[in-house]
């Protein structure tokens, strides 16, 4: 479950300048709905925490992580009727993507 940037760069199909435009995207949004999730998750707000992981899920599939992507579907799922059972395996998830992105 390792992020790439393979689907953008299919996406930006050469464009150097879309392909820079989606990463901006994932560095400015991502770290901030990260935080935003896990403040959501501590005050028990279970219906904002799986806002949250509907906006997260997209980045997932943006950085090629079907799995995640498939697991971000159940557990936003979950937390709709306030099961956030699952929470330590979809915070492992958001600091691989966290570390992924601050190093491109």
């Not at 997209?58 to 306030?82: C, D, Q, R, T, V």
Request: charged residues 25%; aromatic residues 8%.
């Amino acid at each position: 479950m390792q992020p790439n940037l393979s689907y953008i760069k299919q996406l930006a199909d050469g464009s150097i300048t879309f392909e820079q435009k989606m990463i901006g995207i994932l560095k400015c949004e991502f770290p901030i709905e990260k935080v935003q999730y896990e403040n959501a998750i501590e005050n028990k707000d279970f219906h904002q925490a799986a806002e949250l992981v509907h906006k997260i899920k997209h980045k997932l599939g943006m950085l090629s992580m079907e799995k995640a992507y498939e697991k971000a579907i159940s557990f936003e799922e979950a937390l709709k009727i306030a099961n956030a059972s699952d929470h330590d395996d979809f915070l492992t998830i958001l600091d691989i993507v966290e570390n992924y992105i601050s190093n491109l």
